[in-house]
């Protein structure tokens, strides 16, 4: 029992430093394997997520990814399809951390995602059969008390009406996080995905109502060349990079450095 509980103390401990806006940094897992799991966890990121909207994460490949994570004891997020309260549910029985949720648009979104996540101010199903319960070793108010203090509840700020309704979006309870999609946002407007510099009013926006509401403010980044640029704009959530990223750059690097080892030798 203790054990169990050590592990809903990390996971709150996680959301608390979200909440706080301490500096924290996670890692899209695109490959569903629970080796990868394994091999970046060694790594000491504050969290993965898996990216079950844009990677081939089905409830099998989240099962075995999210057991690796226990096994490892690293938290882990999941991005889920879409607000669907069952992506939402499934993700979480299954022992995930928390949920980032694509496409929030409108409060009634951001309130229902919410719900969904959670059980005692929402309707989230209950059960305390699966792992996030450990298979009943809970009592099932410890466990429901434990899942609505620590689950982490992430909006995601992609779409032009959610820049629109932002300081209702942010006003929601419950929510940790906004999550600022500039690809998607860029679609949205009908930016061109390089002129980056059109997207500066909405960002702007978005992150005035995220500190006039309290409410802390993440975005996605290829790499760490534009994180102090981005920390002086009040980000705090970092998602850097993805495990397909390290490792086409780590592969491109080797084979590049090879050839170039051999260039000079070669007539």
Known sequence: MRHIMQHFARQHALKQRIRSGQPTCGLFIKIPAPQ?????????FDFLVLDAEHAPFGV??????????????????????????????NALDLGAAGVIIPHITSAQDAGAAV??????????GFAASHRAARYGALTADAYREASDNSTIIIGQIEDAAAVDAIDQIAAIPGLDALFIGCADLAVSYGFNLSDTSRLEHPVRTICEAGRTQQKTLGIFLPDLGQVADWHAKGISLYFIASDQTLLTRAADNLSAAFKDAFASKNP
Do not use: K, W
């Open 36 to 44: 990868i799991i394994e091999l970046m966890a060694a790594a000491d």
């Open 60 to 89: 099998d490949r989240l099962d075995s990814c999210l057991l690796a994570a226990r096994a490892v004891e690293i938290p882990v997020l999941v991005r889920v399809p879409d607000h669907h309260p069952s992506h939402i549910q």
């Open 115 to 124: 719900s969904a996540a959670t059980y005692r101010q929402g309707r989230r």
